[in-house]
């Protein structure tokens, strides 16, 4: 995983990405940020769009702000979340696209015909 011209990560650095990979293989926070890549939302507004539990939409947004993936904002009683760097967001579709070639090499094998 070179980056900077091919150095090499050292052991911290590859601990901070692998944290960060941790935190975004949940789909459940891979939900709340697609809700959130609309625009900024409360809790209330992200329970109703998601179905989710608000225990749990509270405590996925909760990591999401520990990794510097979401901002909050007070405003009175609620309290509104929005995305913090859009670079999630391409990370997501360079995992995209991996996962939609994976496929489209799974279905030539298996069913050639297609």
Same mark, same amino acid.
């Given at each position: 995983m070179p980056n900077r011209k091919n150095k090499p990560l050292s052991a911290g650095q590859l601990d901070a990405v692998a944290r960060l990979f941790a935190v975004l293989s949940e789909s459940s926070r891979l939900a709340l940020l697609q809700l959130l *890549?609309?625009?900024p939302q409360t809790v209330n507004q992200l329970v109703?769009?998601?179905?989710m539990k608000q225990a749990? /939409?509270?405590?996925?947004?909760?990591?999401?702000?520990?990794? *510097?993936?979401?901002?909050?904002?007070?405003?009175?009683?609620?309290?509104r979340y929005e995305i913090a760097d859009p670079m /999630?967001?391409?990370?997501?579709n360079l995992v995209c696209g991996k996962v939609a070639k994976d496929a489209k090499c799974a279905v030539a094998v298996f069913h050639p015909e297609i």
């Amino acid at each position: 995983m070179p980056n900077r011209k091919n150095k090499p990560l050292s052991a911290g650095q590859l601990d901070a990405v692998a944290r960060l990979f941790a935190v975004l293989s949940e789909s459940s926070r891979l939900a709340l940020l697609q809700l959130l *890549h609309a625009g900024p939302q409360t809790v209330n507004q992200l329970v109703k769009a998601s179905g989710m539990k608000q225990a749990n /939409v509270s405590k996925q947004l909760a990591i999401l702000h520990d990794h *510097h993936l979401v901002k909050r904002e007070r405003e009175g009683t609620s309290i509104r979340y929005e995305i913090a760097d859009p670079m /999630v967001f391409s990370l997501c579709n360079l995992v995209c696209g991996k996962v939609a070639k994976d496929a489209k090499c799974a279905v030539a094998v298996f069913h050639p015909e297609i």
